[in-house]
């Protein structure tokens, strides 16, 4: 999913004033790596490296991130 609308302004969900902020800007970064992620591994077709230099961070980091969301580099490589 695009991480901006179409006037280019950042998406972002309701804020959860129901919950301490520790535990809500926890929740949003989650979601927001875990979307920002997907699309960017999406961009470059599951490619580690691609992504990772995109992304401005290791491969190493990139994985550690990818391991946290559950995503798996072969399900945004695109099939022919």
């Given at each position: 999913p695009d991480l901006l609308d179409a006037q280019g302004e950042v998406v972002t969900s309701p804020v959860r004033t129901s919950l301490p902020l520790k535990q809500a800007r926890r929740i949003t970064v989650d979601r927001f790596e875990s979307q920002y992620l997907s699309s960017l591994l999406e961009q470059c077709n599951g490619v580690i490296k691609d992504a990772a230099g995109r992304a401005g961070v290791t491969t190493r980091q990139?994985?550690?991130?990818?391991g946290r969301h559950g995503l798996d580099k072969m399900d945004f490589r695109k099939k022919n």
């Open positions: 990139l994985s550690k991130l990818m």
